[in-house]
Nanobody, 121 residues
C-alpha cells in the first residue's frame, strides 16, 4: 500500500487548509482511513479517522473545526481544517488500517509521508 499526501503549508490563525491523501496498491481490505499529527516534542496523535461505511471519530481538540471525508471509489481521504489555531501546527500523516471487525485491533497499518501544517501569523 502506498499513500501520497498533499496539502500542507503555512496559514494564519483562523484560516483553512485541506489535506488530501491518495491510497494505491492492495487496499481492498482497508477499512479505516485517517490522519494523525505530531507536533514538536509531542507524541503522534490521532486527529480523525473514518471507516469504509462513513463513521467518523475525531480528537476532541478538533471537533467542530475539522472534517474528514473519504471517496471509496477513488481511495482518497481528505481532511478539511477550518478555524486553524497555532496549536494545530504539526506534521500530519495519512494513515490507513485494516482492523479486526470485532475487536478493532489493527492487523495492518500503513503511513504516508508527513505534510507540515504551520499555523502562524
Amino acid at each position: 500500500v502506498q499513500l501520497l499526501a498533499s496539502g500542507g503549508g503555512l496559514v494564519q490563525p483562523g484560516g483553512s487548509l485541506r489535506l488530501s491523501c491518495a491510497a494505491s496498491g492492495s487496499i481492498f481490505s482497508i477499512n479505516y482511513m485517517g490522519w494523525y499529527r505530531q507536533a514538536p516534542g509531542k507524541q503522534r496523535e490521532l486527529v480523525a479517522e473514518i471507516t469504509t461505511g462513513g463513521n467518523t471519530n475525531y480528537v476532541d481538540s478538533v471537533k467542530g473545526r475539522f472534517t474528514i471525508s473519504r471517496d471509496n471509489a477513488k481511495n482518497t481521504v481528505d481532511l478539511q481544517m477550518n478555524s486553524l489555531k497555532p496549536e494545530d501546527t504539526a506534521v500530519y500523516y495519512c494513515n490507513v488500517q485494516r482492523r479486526q471487525l470485532i475487536t478493532l485491533a489493527p492487523i495492518e497499518t500503513y503511513w504516508g509521508q508527513g505534510t507540515l501544517v504551520t499555523v502562524s501569523s
